[in-house]
């Protein structure tokens, strides 16, 4: 069994962490740490998961009793912890915050090095890795829908993106734009152009294009519902539709969660899923790219629990066959 400690394990990403783990036929949470909340049962506060498990909160951070610790803190604060902190240099560590994700703003604590952790860019750089830093919701599902064109250099003009988010991206304290009177039967823009993904976004398109001279010019909304991140991206290209849509089909043919789809998509089914669904339309030099992921899942804490099991070289889908909530 892989031995597990979870860090800021009282949030959002904190609870579906643990519902997937009680469930992983190769896990054993050992502690899930929590001050605020430390000797109170998990499910006081994930109440979804009463009657599945008897574990408490803890103060304590036995790091020598684990294999790996999962980080669930708000940006910013892993940097911090691990300064104050030392990890046993044996325990991997999995970053679910922004702190490591780009490698020229890197912080760099000590002798901490993290692999960006996209398995379907960097699968073989993460089986080998100690340390791996998680990609945000919008940029999973971002880059997930330009990787292939990255790869076939068609990156050549300025990508125009608009995403949608769920609720649950902003975390579970409430905030002004973020409770549920505000939220319901309304839509808004926010951060345009300077969302704090488009570094590892084109981190990542740069690592598979070679270079990227051009703008992603990223739109993101809230979205009226609680689960899941759609997206449009268009590529402005001369490049035959039927090829491209060949190479993306090629490109995810031995990805475990990702797949390309002949038909329009519908969020509803990725929603609870671990999957990132891609979809191509083509309009004279266009192409309109679609893809769609649950930001709590492929866009964080099953993206995660899919990195671990190739830390540890089990099978990567282990504990993450989950069905969408399509009714």
Not at 105 to 131: C, M, S, T, W
Not at 152 to 171: C, E, F, R
Not at 214 to 235: K, L, N, Q
Not at 282 to 293: G, H, P, Q, Y
């Amino acid at each position: 069994m892989i031995r597990i400690g979870i860090l800021g394990a009282a949030g959002y990403t904190g609870g579906e962490l643990i519902r997937l783990l009680l469930n992983h036929p190769e896990a054993e949470i050992v502690f899930a740490n929590s001050e605020s909340n430390a000797g109170n049962p998990v499910c006081d506060v994930h109440e979804g998961l009463i009657g599945d498990t008897d574990l408490k909160f803890s103060a304590e951070m036995p790091f020598d009793k684990v294999d790996v610790v999962f980080f669930c803190f708000g940006h910013g604060k892993s940097e911090a912890f691990l300064k104050e902190h030392t990890i046993p240099a044996n325990v991997k560590i999995i970053d679910l915050a922004q702190d490591f994700r780009v490698k020229d703003e890197g912080l760099r604590v000590r002798d901490y090095d993290f692999v960006y952790g996209l398995p379907e860019l960097n699968r073989e750089a993460i089986r080998k890795a100690q340390h791996v830093a998680n990609p945000g919701c919008f940029a999973t599902c971002i880059q997930l829908g330009l990787l292939p064109a990255a790869k076939m250099g068609l990156l050549k003009y300025d990508v125009s993106v608009n995403a949608i988010t769920g609720s649950t991206g902003a975390g579970q304290k409430p905030g002004a734009t973020t409770h549920f009177s505000w939220r319901n039967n309304n839509l808004s823009i926010y951060k345009p152009f300077t969302h704090q993904h488009l570094a590892e976004i084109r981190q990542s398109l740069v690592q598979q294009q070679g270079s990227l001279d051009v703008d992603i010019d990223f739109i993101p909304y809230r979205g009226d519902f609680a689960r899941g991140i759609f997206t449009t991206e268009v590529i402005r290209t001369k490049a035959n539709a039927d090829e491209v849509i060949a190479a993306y089909k090629e490109y995810y043919s031995d990805a475990a969660f990702t797949h390309y789809s002949d038909k329009s998509l519908d969020l509803k089914q990725v929603v609870n899923t671990n999957k990132c669904l891609v979809h191509i339309d083509a309009f004279d030099n266009k192409l309109l790219v679609t893809s769609c992921i649950d930001n709590l899942l492929k866009g964080a804490v099953g993206q995660a629990v899919q990195n671990m099991n190739l830390m540890f070289g089990i099978d990567e889908t282990a504990g993450l066959r989950l069905k969408a909530s399509a009714f």
